[in-house]
């Protein structure tokens, strides 16, 4: 398995502009996180679905912020529009979601907001 | 509320000296631990877990974990550390709860582990 797809690897954008990110999740697993990684924050979770269905997302800043998962297969992360501050390494993560395993990490989007 | 807590933020050792890095956590229910490692410009990657049995938890690149219930400690180590070690080391709980486990994971900080040769 390729693992955890994650793209683009990096995003270089200016304010105002809307930034979509793509994660394609291991198949076969039914959990999906979107973490934010910032030297000021340390990791933090967005939001995650089970079977493609979202369960929390407490951890999207605002409304600015918006995650969907049209499949088992599939998940985008999308600002809009962006500001300086968004800017960070955004991870996705999937799991097989038995509530005991561990979660498979993509390599990242580091994003910037110019 | 579940919380983990990874005091140092940097842990310096000598290449071949054992290392340890600490982590203490805070949960209602039956803890579920977790140890990841962040190499630069990469995702996070499993090391090890504890879930329940033996409080030795042995994982990855000849990492181990013991889990202390009395101390609420998982704290990691290896016996010998080697220069490509060096990395981000991030400890996680999961709130096994009383309705069983959910899938969310709370980390900690971050532990910078760096090898001297």
């Known amino acids: 398995d390729a693992g955890v797809i994650q793209s683009p690897r990096h995003e270089v954008t200016e304010m105002g502009q809307e930034v979509t990110l793509r994660c394609k999740p291991i198949s076969g697993h039914n959990s999906l996180f979107w973490y934010r990684q910032t030297m000021m924050r340390g990791l933090e979770l967005l939001i995650y679905f089970n079977n493609n269905v979202p369960i929390d997302d407490s951890g999207m800043p605002e409304d600015r912020f918006s995650a969907k998962m049209p499949n088992a297969s599939f998940s985008t992360l999308k600002i809009q529009p962006s500001e300086p501050r968004d800017s960070a390494v955004y991870f996705c993560?999937?799991?097989?979601?038995?509530?005991?395993?561990?979660?498979?990490f993509g390599p990242g989007t580091r994003l910037t907001v110019l | 509320a579940q919380s983990v807590a990874q005091p140092e933020d940097q842990v310096n050792v000598a290449e071949g000296n054992p290392l340890t890095v600490k982590c203490t956590y805070s949960?209602?229910?039956?803890?579920?631990l977790f140890w990841y490692v962040q190499y630069p410009n990469r995702g996070l990657q499993f090391l090890l877990k504890?879930?329940?049995?033996?409080?030795l938890v042995k994982g990855s690149y000849g990492f181990e974990a013991e889990f202390n219930k009395s101390q609420t400690s998982f704290h990691l180590k290896k016996p010998s550390a080697l220069v490509s070690d060096s990395a981000l080391y991030f400890c996680a709980v999961r709130d096994g709860g009383y309705g069983g486990a959910t899938n969310k994971l709370i980390f900690g900080t971050g532990t910078l582990l760096a090898v001297q040769p």
């Open positions: 504890y879930i329940t049995g033996d409080n």
């Open positions: 993560a999937s799991s097989l979601g038995t509530g005991l395993d561990e979660q498979f």
């Open positions: 949960v209602s229910g039956n803890p579920y």
